[in-house]
């Protein structure tokens, strides 16, 4: 598809055809911004909803520079364009947002850790270890179990370990040096005992305006998110704003565009207030921001495209007191669309989003949000929906 080069209104490429890249479809829609994808085939989530989606890899630079012709701005599903594709483009002088000097710090943990540090923000004590003797240096500094991370290419806690003895890495470490997410060395993190994980989800456009969302509570289990409650339950106002702060701080040093999810780990200090120390960055619209499609005056979506088009950002303000956003994975059913007719029947205030993804058992293949006054009660709707959705029996 060609698109006129004098049209008003501008086209916005996509990197990646997942989910991320399908739930922008529909505020594209109502601004009248063209999207277009870039995407791994032609039945990826994207490429189902927005057309003429291109086939190709991200990694590929000619399929990217193909995508990049059609479009004003580029933007990404995911973090795994290569820095070199990155370069080429930037050299190509097409517009980039997040740009690869921001997006490095959402791409390589290492490099998010040494950032941060320096610039003092709170992060977990870390290091890098080459070698099983520096494994059992950083243990014993800061005391077993620790965590292991690959500095890149983890998602969904793959590529994150706990470690309780030096000489359980040795797998990872064989392979230091070698081409691939380890080749720097391993990222060891100090076990931080939190009492929950958070999520600050903020919005940056080039102008340097920045619009930041309620912090919200991420329920995780077996190292994937399953729920966000909005806002973070039983937090004192002051508290919840020094972390959403906080992502606004970092989304200014690290000149991000676009929207930055900062996921957190919630900790009581010595005298039980809580703090908040970064766990890692992602630039792009998040899974702990999905409930505001329903849940908040503008979307992640919405804001996302705002914010690489340089647009005023939108009024992130919530809809109701209490959203709650349950992911639904995949489980026994492949069949949905009956259940969905059920779904709706029993619960009409429910709202439910599915990716028309193929069902893998434990992949994100949808969610579902419910608004209201009810915390314990929207939690249970949702969480009833979401596993009536898989096919798993209800909790
Ligand atoms: P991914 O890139 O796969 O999302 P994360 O770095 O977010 O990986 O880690 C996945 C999960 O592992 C986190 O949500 C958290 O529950 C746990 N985790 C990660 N880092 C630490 C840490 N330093 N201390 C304790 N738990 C951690």
């Known amino acids: 598809m060609e698109q006129p080069a004098d049209r008003d209104f501008p086209v916005v490429g996509i990197i990646g055809g997942g989910q991320l890249a399908r739930m922008c479809q529909p505020p594209a829609v109502a601004m009248s911004i063209t999207l277009s994808v870039l995407a791994a085939s032609e039945g990826d989530s994207a490429a189902l909803v927005i057309p003429d989606a291109l086939v190709g890899a991200h990694d590929d630079l000619d399929a990217v520079r193909r995508l990049a012709k059609r479009c004003d701005v580029v933007t990404f599903d ?34 998010m850790r040494r950032r941060l540090s320096d610039l003092g923000f709170p992060c977990p004590r870390w290091t890098v270890a080459r070698t099983a003797d520096e494994v059992a240096a950083f243990g014993a500094d800061v005391g077993w179990p620790i965590i292991a991370k690959t500095p890149r290419g983890g998602y969904d806690g793959k590529g994150v370990r706990r470690v309780d003895e030096a000489d359980e890495l040795g797998d990872w470490l064989a ?53 966000v ?9 002051a508290a919840a704003r020094a972390a959403s702060d906080l992502a606004v701080r970092i989304a200014d040093a690290l000149g991000v565009t676009g929207v930055l999810a900062v996921e957190l780990f919630e900790v009581a200090d010595a005298i039980g207030q809580p703090t908040f120390l970064v766990n890692e960055l992602a630039m792009r619209p998040h899974n702990s921001g999905h409930w505001t499609i329903d849940g908040a005056v503008t979307s992640q979506f919405e804001q996302h495209l705002r ?5 005023p950002l939108g009024d992130t303000a919530p809809r109701s007191r209490w959203t709650v956003m349950a992911n639904v994975l995949g489980g026994s059913r492949e069949d949905l669309y009956p259940e969905v007719g059920r779904i709706l029947g029993q619960d009409p205030s429910l709202r439910v989003h599915l990716y028309g993804k193929q069902v893998r058992p434990g992949r994100k293949i949808g969610h579902v949000t419910v608004c209201g006054e009810d915390l314990r009660d929207l939690r249970l709707r949702a969480r009833r929906a979401a596993d009536q959705l898989r096919g798993a029996p209800g909790r």
Do not use: M, Y
């Open 78 to 111: 995911h973090e795994h364009v290569p820095p070199d594709v990155l370069a080429a483009l930037a050299d190509d002088g097409i517009p980039l947002h997040p740009t690869p000097a921001a997006l490095r710090f959402a791409q390589d943990k290492v490099a």
């Open 229 to 237: 409650l909005a806002p973070a339950p039983g937090l004192e106002p």
């Open 175 to 227: 392979v230091v040096g070698e081409a691939g997410p380890l080749v720097d060395g391993v990222l060891l993190e100090e076990s931080v005992p939190f009492d929950r994980e958070v999520a600050a989800l903020v919005a940056r456009n080039p102008s340097g305006s920045t619009a930041a969302w309620p912090l919200v509570e991420t329920v995780q289990e077996d190292g994937i998110c399953t729920e």
């Open 307 to 311: 914010a690489v088009l340089d647009l």
